[in-house]
């Protein structure tokens, strides 16, 4: 598998498996099917100008998953935080996560960052055990999903370093 940073012109792509992760993971993400698919390439440029974003391709160059960093308005300037972090269920277990979650981590800490944050709704077990495994930490900061008021997400964070991940 290969994880690769990319650009706006990869707008078309990014968009594709970004729907596709929305359409089969509904209830992980702060956004909806329906919303995103209204956006213009344009959005979908902007997006890919203001964060760093990384796609897992298989050997044959499909797509396979995706995550993205960005600067969350409001967070210490010294942390980025991840947004988006998805893989194709017919891969998952893999190592792809893993491998989208270290290249995430590293550009961090490539940006200056000391951490590396997230949010993880209550519910979803297996991406609480990925960033657990991968050093996250929980912070006992919750909130309400923006999206779903019914749900409930909890912010965990990471200290950067320039080795990558450990597993634990």
Do not use: C, K
């Not at 990014?14 to 993971?25: C, G, P």
């Not at 935080?81 to 998952?92: G, K």
């Amino acid at each position: 598998m290969l994880i690769r940073r990319v650009d706006e012109d990869d707008w078309p792509t990014v968009r594709d498996v970004r729907l596709r992760a929305l359409r089969e993971s509904p209830d992980v993400f702060g956004s909806s099917l329906a919303r995103e698919e209204r956006f213009a390439e344009s959005h979908w440029r902007m997006r890919l100008r203001t964060s760093t974003t990384w796609m897992a391709l298989d050997d044959a160059g499909e797509p396979r998953g995706l995550v993205s960093l960005i600067q969350e308005p409001g967070s210490p300037e010294d942390d980025r935080h991840v947004v988006s972090l998805w893989v194709a269920p017919e891969v998952r277990r893999q190592g792809v996560g893993w491998s989208l979650l270290d290249a995430a981590v590293r550009g961090g800490a490539a940006q200056g960052a000391a951490t590396v944050s997230l949010w993880v709704v209550d519910d979803n077990a297996s991406a609480v055990d990925l960033y657990v495994r991968a050093g996250f930490t929980r912070t006992g900061e919750r909130q309400v999903l923006p999206r779903n008021p019914d749900q409930t997400e909890e912010r965990y964070v990471r200290h950067t370093d320039p080795g990558g991940l450990t597993p634990h």
